[in-house]
């Protein structure tokens, strides 16, 4: 009987083992149907003569074809071969429709696109687009609906594994697509918005309204003339009133202020080059995603070579060198958003008022597809100042009075807009002096273009800056009323008020997304900066050498020196480093001097292998809680990332700013001191709670770990492991080789937000010019090249970025030929 039982038990297991090895070989079968094949020949629509796409050993491709719009066609169809899903999903994201596919849980970012209608103005900015950049447009767009044709007449698998899981019809590509898909980027990058809601909560939170300029800082700089308190523009309206949050997806579009766009860019003239050539190093921030954001590849037009970092969806090398030209982007944080509350008509809410009376909204139903679930019908609006959004978006609810509606003005919503086309054309500029004339067309994202051509090199904000009248009262930075005339928008202010930097005299120039101008309102650029922390190191290494080489540019590009350590644990540590009685081990004393004593010793270096950097990061995240939670109450956790200017302010009791030390609750007067003890304190308790009480056997990169996770997938038990690139990694808020930090818990300190593409240009010797990504190539995750990069990545290491067309040949990993049809 028992050998009965055994045997059957024994055929239950074998059946379970067989089955599950079926299945898991089944879908593997149906997965890697969509694994495109790189060596093949292929007869399209749409081009004129043959086009020859070479894979080099990256898995980049070099792009051949007679025409300009023959290889954009070819750039097309090189995206979707490895980047189909990506681009679904960015353009469900910006036409609102993420929810026809997964259904409820991205129904608030179907309703926030929808009320921006970006994908609607694309459609508008279709029609300015002149003749040039509709042919290339249209090319581009043949090129990808020729992928798809080709999957569908194949059975290709769908083109992405993902299709399998989430069966959502492709409708074809259009030029309007790509028009969004730049209206999306700008979305990613824009910070003013939640800037300036934020500002308002905090001013109508704080006790003390002259407080609000230690916690939401300038940058150093010429002070402003003094503005009106949120609670003056608008009575009535709480202290205290809890937000939302901004919409909790991995396909949000939409970033706090402090995810928001940011770069390195920095260039060498030939005086300052030790080879006499022209050198620029670039490495734009964005959130990390799996597959990365960035495609590389090289495309052969009419006009040479060009090569670099593209993004599926868009026919443009958007950060990259031809053999004359190299160019690279950073967020110029010109301030090119404003909100206005809008008060409605007491006696008719379909009215708003304006100066010149009530008038009514114009309005539109739009029904969001749900799957699983009914319809959802939303009506948009639209005032003169911009589209009305709702109260939930952006806590727009806790600044906006009863009656009254919250709108926004935006360069992104422009119908005119031709930013593309000058994407397009910049390709083929053979100069610094042409490339400034050609982005006189970009409108948004507002950008920092960093040129070097073989003699020069220049820096050009680019993206139209909003005229705002002298009275405007906030200056922007807080919502306004909006039926005020002095508020709204004066049209745009000329192209050459943009700043502009050609052939400075020190023969070195470049951007951290720092402060670049100091010019009085409405001339300002803008009162937002991304960073007052990096171009201190940045600085000191470029000053450092009397001549750069490639070598150096990497150097600076990979540097893990935290200038914002080095200039604040003196000041926060000043009366704790090496004081007080010793004490025995285990006592929460005795931890804490050993935390000090690995902290007097430590160089800055945000190394992933030291556990300085977790202990001086948990330090200073928890010192600035202790600092605000008193005055700012639930507001206070909101702050996620430390505000490097603040706690400078506090500790050098700047215009009072030592005030935050005293806990106003308290009977006794706390001193900054008796803070920064208490702030150690916690650090060690959670410290020790989550990695444990060894200090020297922390790992900062154990905490900093980069989070290249699949969006959908990547929360899918088992599967992520298979998904998602996880990677211990050096840097962080405030170093050169930036990992912008989580700052929620549980995990504060992943590193989610950095530089998905790397590249420095050499134009003394262009082939020897280097570039990389910080996963791989292809965004199908059987594929070998879906994270080849990320360990080069990882390791600060890089790959050819070469225009030499026999080497690329030389250890292809394929050639695609595209042959017209007859």
């Given at each position: 009987?028992?050998?009965?039982?055994?045997?059957?038990?024994?055929?239950i297991?074998?059946?379970l083992?067989?089955?599950?090895?079926a299945?898991?070989?089944?879908?593997?079968?149906?997965?890697?149907?969509?694994?495109?094949?790189?060596?093949?020949?292929?007869?399209?629509?749409?081009?004129s003569?043959?086009?020859?796409?070479?894979?080099d050993?990256?898995?980049?491709p070099?792009?051949?074809g007679?025409?300009?719009?023959?290889v954009l066609?070819?750039?097309?169809?090189?995206?979707?071969?490895?980047?189909?899903?990506?681009?679904?999903?960015?353009?469900?994201?910006v036409?609102?429709?993420?929810?026809?596919?997964?259904?409820?849980?991205?129904?608030?970012?179907?309703?926030?696109?929808?009320?921006f209608?970006?994908?609607?103005?694309?459609?508008?900015?279709?029609?300015?687009?002149?003749?040039?950049?509709?042919?290339?447009?249209?090319?581009?767009?043949?090129?990808?609906?020729a992928?798809l044709?080709e999957?569908?007449?194949?059975?290709?698998?769908?083109?992405?594994?993902?299709?399998?899981?989430?069966?959502?019809?492709?409708?074809p590509?259009?030029?309007?697509d790509?028009?969004?898909?730049?209206?999306?980027?700008?979305?990613?990058l824009?910070g003013?918005?939640p800037?300036?809601?934020m500002?308002?909560r905090?001013?109508?939170?704080?006790?003390?309204?002259?407080?609000?300029?230690?916690?939401?800082?300038?940058?150093?700089?010429?002070g402003?003339?003094?503005?009106?308190?949120?609670?003056?523009?608008f009575p009535?309206?709480p202290?205290?009133?809890?937000?939302?949050?901004?919409?909790?997806?991995?396909?949000?579009?939409?970033?706090?202020?402090?995810?928001?766009?940011?770069?390195?860019?920095?260039?060498?003239?030939?005086?300052?080059?030790?080879?006499?050539?022209?050198?620029?190093?670039?490495?734009?921030?964005?959130?990390?995603?799996?597959?990365?954001?960035?495609?590389l590849?090289r495309?052969?037009?009419t006009?040479?070579?060009?090569?670099g970092?593209?993004?599926?969806?868009?026919?443009s090398?958007?950060?990259?060198?031809?053999e004359?030209?190299g160019?690279?982007?950073?967020?110029?944080?010109?301030?090119d958003?404003?909100?206005?509350?809008?008060?409605?008509?007491?006696?008719?809410?379909?009215?708003?008022?304006?100066?010149?009376?009530f008038?009514?909204?114009?309005?539109?139903?739009?029904?969001?597809?749900v799957?699983?679930?009914?319809?959802?019908?939303?009506?948009?609006?639209?005032?003169?100042?911009?589209?009305?959004?709702?109260?939930?978006?952006?806590?727009?609810?806790t600044?906006?009075p009863?009656?009254?509606v919250?709108?926004?003005?935006w360069?992104?919503l422009?119908?005119?807009?031709?930013?593309?086309?000058?994407?397009?054309?910049?390709?083929?500029?053979g100069?610094?002096d042409?490339?400034?004339?050609?982005?006189?067309?970009?409108?948004?994202?507002?950008?920092?273009?960093?040129?070097?051509?073989?003699e020069?090199?220049?820096?050009?904000?680019?993206?139209?800056?909003?005229?705002?009248?002298?009275?405007?009262?906030?200056?922007?930075?807080?919502?306004?009323?909006?039926?005020?005339?002095?508020?709204?928008?004066?049209g745009?202010?000329p192209?050459?008020?943009?700043?502009?930097?050609?052939a400075?005299?020190?023969?070195i120039?470049?951007?951290?997304n720092?402060?670049?101008?100091?010019?009085?309102?409405?001339?300002?650029?803008?009162?937002?900066?991304?960073?007052?922390?990096?171009?201190h190191r940045?600085?000191?290494?470029?000053?450092?050498?009397?001549?750069?080489t490639?070598?150096?540019?990497?150097?600076?590009?990979?540097d893990?020196?935290?200038?914002?350590?080095?200039?604040?644990?003196?000041?926060?540590?000043?009366?704790?480093?090496?004081?007080?009685?010793a004490?025995?081990?285990?006592?929460?004393?005795?931890?804490?001097?050993?935390?000090?004593e690995?902290?007097?010793?430590?160089?800055g270096?945000?190394?992933?292998?030291?556990?300085?950097p977790?202990?001086?990061?948990a330090?200073?995240?928890?010192?600035?809680?202790?600092?605000?939670?008193?005055d700012?109450?639930?507001?206070?956790?909101?702050?996620?990332h430390?505000?490097?200017?603040?706690?400078?302010?506090?500790?050098?009791?700047?215009?009072?700013?030592?005030?935050?030390c005293?806990?106003r609750?308290?009977?006794?007067?706390?001193?900054c001191?008796?803070?920064?003890?208490?702030?150690l304190?916690?650090?060690?308790?959670w410290?020790?709670?989550?990695?444990?009480?060894?200090?020297?056997?922390?790992?900062?990169?154990?905490?900093?770990?980069a989070?290249h996770?699949?969006?959908?997938?990547?929360e899918?038990?088992?599967?992520?492991?298979?998904?998602?690139?996880?990677?211990?990694?050096?840097?962080?808020?405030?170093?050169?080789l930036?990992?912008?930090?989580?700052?929620?818990?549980?995990?504060?300190f992943?590193?989610?937000?950095?530089?998905?593409?790397r590249?420095?240009?050499d134009?003394?010797?262009?082939?020897?010019?280097?570039?990389?990504?910080?996963?791989?190539?292809?965004?199908h995750?059987?594929?070998?090249h879906?994270?080849?990069?990320?360990?080069?990545?990882?390791?600060?290491?890089?790959?050819?970025?070469?225009?030499?067309?026999e080497?690329?040949?030389?250890?292809?990993e394929?050639?695609?030929?595209?042959?017209?049809?007859?």
């Open positions: 009987m028992l050998g009965k039982v055994f045997l059957w038990l024994f055929r297991a074998t059946g083992v067989v089955l599950i090895v299945v898991t070989v089944l879908v593997y079968w149906f997965a890697s149907r969509s694994l495109p094949d790189y060596d093949k020949t292929l007869i399209v629509q749409g081009i003569a043959p086009v020859e796409i070479v894979r050993s990256a898995n980049v070099h792009i051949f007679d025409r300009d719009e023959d066609y070819g750039l097309g169809y090189a995206h979707a071969q490895d980047r189909l899903w990506q681009m679904l999903t960015m353009r469900w994201t036409q609102g429709r993420l929810s026809e596919v997964f259904g409820a849980r991205t129904l608030d970012i179907d309703k926030l696109l929808r009320r209608d970006l994908y609607g103005v694309a459609r508008e900015a279709v029609e300015v687009q002149d003749a040039e950049t509709m042919s290339k447009l249209r090319a581009y767009a043949a090129g990808v609906n992928r044709d999957i569908n007449t194949s059975a290709l698998g769908r083109g992405a594994p993902e299709l399998f899981i989430f069966n959502a019809p492709v409708a590509w259009t030029p309007a790509s028009v969004a898909m730049v209206k999306l980027m700008a979305l990613q824009s003013h918005l800037n300036e809601v500002r308002a905090t001013s109508l939170a704080l006790p003390d309204p002259d407080r609000l300029s230690d916690i939401m800082p300038d940058a150093p700089g010429q402003i003339a003094a503005l009106p308190e949120y609670s003056a523009l009535g309206l202290r205290y009133a809890k937000g939302r949050g901004l919409p909790d997806h991995p396909l949000s579009p939409v970033r706090a202020t402090a995810l928001a766009g940011a770069s390195n860019a920095y260039a060498a003239a030939p005086s300052r080059s030790a080879a006499g050539g022209t050198l620029l190093a670039n490495d734009p921030h964005l959130g990390f995603s799996a597959p990365a954001i960035w495609y590849a495309l052969e037009l006009s040479g070579g060009v090569i970092g593209t993004i599926p969806g868009i026919p090398v958007l950060t990259g060198r031809s004359r030209l160019w690279g982007l950073t967020s110029s944080y010109l301030d958003q404003d909100v206005h509350i809008e008060q409605l008509n007491p006696e008719n809410t379909q009215e708003y008022r304006t100066p010149d009376g008038k009514e909204f114009e309005k539109r139903g739009s029904i969001i597809r799957k699983d679930a009914e319809p959802v019908t939303i009506t948009l609006r639209w005032t003169d100042n911009g589209p009305v959004l709702s109260g939930q978006n952006y806590d727009l609810e600044v906006t009863p009656n009254h919250a709108t926004l003005s360069t992104a422009e119908a005119d807009d031709r930013t593309i086309g000058a994407g397009i054309r910049l390709m083929s500029a100069s610094v042409e490339a400034i004339a050609i982005l006189e067309d970009f409108s948004a994202p507002s950008q920092n273009i960093t040129l070097a051509d073989r020069t090199i220049a820096m050009k904000t680019v993206g139209r800056m909003p005229a705002r009248d002298p009275e405007h009262r906030s200056q922007g930075r807080l919502p306004t009323q909006g039926w005020l005339q002095e508020n709204r928008w004066q745009y202010l192209y050459a008020d943009n700043p502009e930097f050609r400075p005299q020190g023969g120039l470049g951007n951290t720092n402060k670049v101008v100091d010019r009085p309102f409405p001339q300002h650029v803008s009162y937002l900066w991304g960073d007052t922390q990096r171009v940045w600085r000191r290494l470029m000053q450092s050498r009397q001549v750069h490639r070598d150096s540019f990497i150097e600076a590009q990979l893990t020196v935290s200038f914002t350590a080095r200039s604040l644990l003196p000041l926060i540590g000043r009366d704790l480093w090496f004081t007080g009685e004490a025995p081990d285990g006592t929460p004393q005795r931890l804490r001097q050993r935390a000090l690995l902290l007097a010793e430590w160089n270096e945000m190394n992933e292998h030291l556990p300085e977790l202990i001086y990061s330090w200073l995240r928890a010192l600035q809680m202790r600092l605000i939670q008193d700012l109450g639930p507001l206070a956790a909101e702050f996620e430390v505000e490097p200017v603040f706690i400078e302010r506090v500790f050098r009791d700047i215009d009072g700013a030592g005030a935050w005293d806990i609750q308290s009977s006794p007067v706390e001193t001191s008796d803070i920064a003890r208490m702030a304190d916690d650090a060690l308790i410290i020790g709670e989550t990695y444990g009480t060894a200090l020297e056997s922390l790992r900062w990169g154990d905490a900093h770990q989070t996770d699949h969006q959908i997938l990547g899918v038990p088992l599967l992520r492991h298979f998904v998602n690139i996880r990677q211990s990694t050096s840097g962080g808020d405030n170093t050169l930036r990992g912008r930090t989580k700052g929620s818990l549980p995990d504060p992943l590193n989610v937000h950095g530089a998905g593409y590249g420095v240009y134009f003394a010797d262009p082939n020897s010019s280097v570039f990389v990504t910080s996963t791989g190539q292809s965004g995750f059987l594929s070998q879906y994270d080849d990069l990320a360990q080069l990545w990882r390791r600060g290491e890089y790959v050819p970025m070469s225009l030499d067309a080497l690329a040949r030389a250890a292809n394929g050639i695609t030929v595209l042959r017209p049809a007859q």
